[in-house]
């Protein structure tokens, strides 16, 4: 039997190891790392808690780990505990699928060093229960911009505006929704550099952002009427005929409003150690304004970050249809690569069902090719570094907890987000809790 491991217990690792378990060319065993105890990555700490049949992929996803073949080894962060050649040592062949961790930059005056100007990516890993977030401290926010025009700038820009009530039936961890309690954002600013005709947010997202009870919305920098929309694809014209729709509607003595800036660009977060404002310019003729601000949070992209000793350009694995290539553009045996490491951060989870298939057709094809070898045996490997891996039984165990901490509140499931916490699940049966 050949043995393939998986960087990355997320959609795309998933999707791949289903796949593998699945196909009948030549008999496979699994094994999928990640650094964290929990599976599902991006669709577990990126997908908004109130987007519930987004996560239902999670039980296709899981269906994985139906396969006696399959394994998951968590607490494991390849590249620092243990590093991708020793793995090759041990397998057939490695896939990475650890998606893109960091989040582009605009590159302005204040971005870096006011507190209240941070990146989306954090906001989303908060609300969303990760382990490493850092927690937002909300606290005197009344007004906020959120640069940048897709899913994920109208997810967090929907959590400031949504009411918490509305939110407590979701799994979002208890931390989360007493924060978002406390707070009383008045004013979100969604801006976008182009205009809404040319918006990556799909019509579904905008569509439940825009539907908002309570809130009142106003488009600046663009004038609908100059559209033609007979020019537009179904998803553009729906995207601005929503709009059109939401500012039509008054609501006088809205207590919340939404101001969607397009044609805009900031070139300025300003404060005294705090941000207090942010100056925009228009990309139509070159003036600026400027609006009071107590939280900027950027969204225009996700970043991916290289392992030691793959090659590794703007972002992404190098590679060819899933088979990673060495600088010279040659094939690099035994090492494959899928999702948003792969083709960057783009698409949404059903993209990556797709992707993973050709980086498996690949990978399966050059197993049948290849001659088998003489292999080390993982489990000894990670011993040998003193390693101590959580396994698919912890998850469930974890699982579990989450499941009965949700009904004791009513609702199917709550986060645990605390490191703490979950170690301790992970360990319970040796009876070690850990700090």
Known sequence: ?????????????????????????????VDIFDRLPTPFGLLRYGVAPDHDSVKAVAKTLAAAFDSPRVRFFGLVEVGKQVQASELLQCYDAVIYAYGSE?????????????????????FVSWYSGHPDAIPQDLSGVRSAVVVGVGNVAVDVTRILLKD????????????????????????????????????????????ELLGLSGMDTELIGADLDAIDTDLLDRKAKANVEAIAKAISIKLP????????LFNHRPVAITGDGQVEAVEFESNLDGSRFEVPADLV?????????????????????????GRVLDDDLSARPGEYVTGWIKRGPSGLIGANKKDSAETVANLVADLVEAPARQLGDP?????????????????????????????????????????????????????????
């Open 297 to 321: 949070l950027r969204s225009i992209g996700y970043y991916g970050v290289p392992l030691p000793g793959v090659p590794f350009s703007d972002g992404r694995i190098l590679n060819l249809e």
């Open 164 to 207: 918490p009530d509305e939110l407590s039936v979701t799994d979002m961890p208890d931390s989360v929704l007493a924060a978002l309690r406390d707070t009383r954002v008045e004013n979100v600013w969604l801006v976008g550099r182009r205009g809404p005709e040319v918006a990556a947010f799909t019509s579904i997202e905008l569509r």
């Open 379 to 435: 489990d000894e490997l990670l011993t040998a570094k003193g390693i101590t891996w959580s396994t698919l039984e912890d998850w469930r165990r974890i699982d579990g907890a989450e499941i009965d901490r949700g009904g004791l509140r009513g609702r199917a499931r709550t986060k645990i987000e605390a490191w703490h916490e979950l170690l301790d699940l992970v360990f319970a049966e040796q009876g070690a809790s850990v700090s």
């Open 102 to 122: 960091l989040d582009r930059k605009l590159g302005i005056p204040g971005e870096a060093e006011l507190d209240g100007s941070r990146s989306a990516r954090e």
């Open 1 to 29: 039997m050949r043995r393939v491991a998986i960087i990355g217990a997320g959609p795309s690792g998933l999707f791949a190891a289903g796949q593998l378990a699945n196909q009948t060319e030549v008999e496979v065993a």
């Open 253 to 260: 003595g809205a207590k919340r409003h939404l101001h969607l």
